[in-house]
């Protein structure tokens, strides 16, 4: 005999099985038309393209049949932003997903009617996208980054790396206006662990190739280069490259760096966020309020070790370290 419980476990996953075939019927009536502003170059965004498509077939939306998805690239041109926003809000779309600080910034000037959703965008709240996390009170909702909340965790797993080094260069994007305030907090972390951090800035990609021609002028034992930056994620492996020739251990905010070559990373997945924000464009085109949906943020961060680069610029990574990767890249 089945007992009570069993049979009311039963039923309620029923139901789930019986809402999600109607949640899918549902969105399979409505055609969904959604833009997206991004800062860099089309390449470096394929799988973040697949995981939202993905995330948002799980909701019963096919690209080229009930959804049609117009996407923007400034490839690194901060000038071209505010033009780009504003043919993406021409169209007419029912939701505008941005992917940075400068995108949120760009479209979030463009219109203050269309739905914004932001994908692993730092601080919304000190920078003033929104009131607050849980009611953002305005057309802009989505996913924020940690970053912020990183900075001790990423400064303190540089220096498990490289204990005996006591400075530690510092990528700051002067053109990023979120780094001022993560540049602030790795020195609040840096001070507890006896770590002199040293500011390596970078005037924009015009820039970059000066500031890493630097590096070798900069005595100091490791790079952190600090997240939320398309500069430096679609231009990474100008940055590997440079940082490895100079046998220099860097701790990167993304697992991208890793597989391209870098030393270690420690962050969120990009995957994840820009799969996940799928259920917000899909409460968006029901009709919720924006004003009214919480930002959500991400719980889980991968700490990421090339082993191959490690030998490569010299490093040992201590075993407690390594027991406490996720993944560990060997070849």
């Known amino acids: 005999m089945i007992s009570k419980s069993r049979r009311t476990l039963c039923s309620a996953l029923g139901l789930s099985a019986l809402w999600a075939v109607a949640r899918v019927a549902a969105a399979a009536d409505k055609n969904l038309r959604v833009a997206i502003l991004l800062s860099g170059f089309e390449p470096y965004y394929v799988s973040h393209n697949e995981a939202f498509i993905a995330g948002l077939r ?15 690239y400034a490839r690194l041109r ?4 505010p033009a780009l926003a504003r043919e993406l809000v021409g169209l007419r779309p029912d939701v505008i997903v941005t992917a940075c600080t400068g995108s ?4 979030m000037r463009a219109t203050q009617q269309i739905p914004i959703v932001m994908v692993s965008v730092a601080d919304p709240v000190g920078q003033g996208f929104v009131h607050n996390l849980a009611q953002p009170g ?3 909702t989505g996913r924020s980054s940690q970053s912020r909340d990183l900075m001790p965790k990423m400064l303190e797993l540089l220096h498990a ?32 662990l006896g770590i002199t951090p040293v500011r390596a800035e970078v005037n924009g990609p015009d820039g970059l190739d000066a500031m890493l021609d630097d590096l070798k002028q900069i005595a100091a034992g ?43 990373s420690y962050g969120e997945s990009f995957q994840d966020s820009y799969r996940r924000v799928g259920t917000y464009v899909d409460k968006l085109a029901r ?10 943020q991400p719980t889980r961060f991968q700490l990421v070790i090339n082993l191959k680069t490690a030998s490569l610029i010299g490093i040992t990574p201590p075993k407690s370290l390594l027991l406490r990767a996720d993944e560990l890249i060997r070849g």
Request: proline residues 5%; hydrophobic residues 40%; without cysteine.
């Open 58 to 72: 799980e909701l019963g939306y096919v690209e080229g049949k009930n959804l049609t998805i117009d996407r923007r």
């Open 78 to 81: 901060g000038n071209q932003m």
């Open 104 to 107: 949120t910034r760009a479209v």
């Open 138 to 140: 305005n057309n802009v």
């Open 161 to 192: 790396a490289v204990p005996k080094a006591t400075r530690i260069a510092v990528l700051v994007n002067t053109f990023n206006t979120a780094h001022e305030a993560l540049w602030s907090d790795m020195q609040a972390a840096a001070r507890p």
């Open 222 to 264: 490791g790079l952190l280069v600090l997240a939320d930056d398309p500069m430096t994620y679609n231009l990474r492996r100008q940055v590997i490259d440079a940082a490895n020739q100079r046998k220099l251990p860097v701790l990167y905010g993304h697992r991208e760096f890793v597989t391209d070559g870098g030393f270690m």
């Open 287 to 296: 009709g919720a309020n924006p004003a009214q949906l919480p930002i959500e």
